[in-house]
């Protein structure tokens, strides 16, 4: 038994269930010293949709906002969370973009980079890991962890073997929609590091009200990191809260060594921002709800809120309990593929229009009919021959790696966006979201955020 490390979610995944990840850098940086002396073994602090979230709806510059965090963080590494030939966007790149959007992670600040394919092909890992490995980063590769007949633990432990083969340094299970139940994770944690040699890490969500009982299950059976947000952005859609983890490990042989009074400090930072979230409406006290339903339709709290949103739009908010139960049918007829961007939204928005056109699959969208085809990788379980017949017609389906038919396209790129880069890293910016780049890059202005940094940071000698 050793002691039990914990990474700290709290400016990334946390605010990103909670608040549509409109955490501000501003609204880091008085804590990030604070955060920095607890003793955390990192800080998921970028990837995911931070980076989106920037540009669309904070007119910040998510460089920038990696190099901050990177200045005032000196001793705790920091994570991101890469979506494998995704790298952040929701569309597979040529593999020279990959390439140097993990390079310039790296040599922005980051440390270890959690990769991940929402089908868990391991193909569309590849050129990532490669990439993080040759510029001496920490790859942490991630089985998506779902349910459903093809799913077992073994299928899980052979997952991970092969990622632990393909050069990861350790192995997180990703349970994004809460679904791990705690005797489960106990099996699940037990089979992995049967096969692994490598550290194994677990990241939930409270979603079904499961999570805290379900890391301390996988801390029984071995697990070496888990995932925590600091109380007041816990809960709900969020991670389970980092001090009664840190509380409870106390004095056993799983000890995190933190200490509770430097997480106080944070807690009441974050506490006055929660306050400031429920006041603006931005936090909703429904996503706090436990919702056991999740269980069932395995929908995460991020692809539950955009349903709700397109039957909204369309004015049939009545039809979300029909297409809760839709969800899981589309699922199945295309190979049980994991729920978790970029294929939740594709099966949920295609459950959407198979219950508002009142005939399933009469209108199917172009992202479906891509997923369908083999475009996004090979699915968990084969697609049956009618379902591809009835989505793809007579068109070929892909059975290789979908990133080798996808030419370089970095130099094509650079000449794209000429007129707009200032830094290097502006490139990549705009392969990633060129509408929403081109935008921020014409409005962009150097914020300077204080001539006087000092003021900015939580005097953690002043708070009892």
């Known amino acids: 038994m050793a002691k039990v490390k914990i990474t700290e979610t709290v400016l990334r995944d946390s605010h990103q269930s909670l608040v549509a990840t409109r955490m501000t850098t501003e609204e880091m940086i008085p804590i990030l010293r604070a955060l920095d002396e607890v003793g955390y073994h990192s800080l998921e602090a970028w990837g995911g949709a931070t980076f989106d979230s920037c540009l669309r709806f904070l007119n910040e510059d998510p460089w920038e906002r990696l190099r901050t965090i990177r200045k005032n963080v000196k001793n705790t590494k920091l994570q991101m969370l890469f979506r494998g030939q995704n790298i952040l966007g929701y569309r597979h790149y040529a593999d020279d973009v990959v390439e140097y959007f993990v390079q310039k992670s790296l040599a922005n600040g980051i440390d270890i980079i959690r990769i991940f394919d929402a089908l868990n092909d391991p193909r569309n890992l590849k050129t990532a890991i490669n990439a993080t490995k040759k510029e001496g980063g920490h790859v942490q590769a991630a089985v998506s962890y779902t349910t459903g007949p093809v799913f077992s633990n073994e299928y899980f432990a052979n997952y991970a073997k092969e990622l ?245 396209e970095l130099e094509t790129l650079r000449k794209q966006a000429a007129k707009y880069i200032k830094q290097d890293e502006d490139v990549l910016t705009y392969a990633l979201f060129e509408q929403v780049a081109t935008k921020f890059f014409e409005n962009r202005e150097i914020k300077e955020i204080s001539k006087d940094p000092a003021k900015y940071y939580v005097n953690i000698h002043e708070i009892s």
């Open 164 to 408: 632990e083969e393909m050069g990861a340094d350790s192995i997180c299970i990703k349970d994004m929609a809460g679904l791990l139940k705690p005797y489960d994770a106990f099996d699940l944690v037990k089979a992995i590091k049967s096969k692994v040699k490598i550290p194994v890490q677990l990241h939930t969500h409270y979603t079904a009200g499961l999570a805290s009982m379900t890391l301390l299950k996988a801390i029984e059976a071995g697990v070496d990191v888990v995932d925590t947000a600091i109380s007041p952005m816990a809960l709900g859609t969020s991670q389970p809260p980092t001090e009664p983890i840190v509380a409870t490990l106390q004095g056993t042989p799983f000890d995190t060594g933190i200490d509770l009074k430097k997480l106080d400090v944070v807690t009441q930072y974050f506490t006055t921002i929660r306050e400031k979230y429920l006041k603006s409406g931005l936090l909703d006290p429904k996503v706090m709800t436990v919702n056991i339903n999740a269980l069932m339709y395995q929908v995460p709290g991020g692809m539950l809120s955009n349903l709700v949103s397109q039957l909204k739009q369309a004015g049939q908010i009545d039809k979300l309990q029909a297409v809760l139960e839709e969800v899981p049918r589309v699922r199945e007829e295309v190979g049980y593929p994991p729920l978790v961007t970029p294929t939740s939204q594709i099966v949920g928005t295609q459950a959407v229009y198979n219950v508002l056109m009142g005939e399933r699959y009469k209108t199917v969208t172009k992202e479906f009919k891509a997923m369908v085809k083999g475009e996004y990788g090979k699915t968990p379980a084969p697609i049956s021959p009618e379902i591809v017949k009835k989505i793809v017609g007579d068109e070929k389906v892909i059975t290789h790696r979908p990133a080798d038919d996808l030419k370089p």
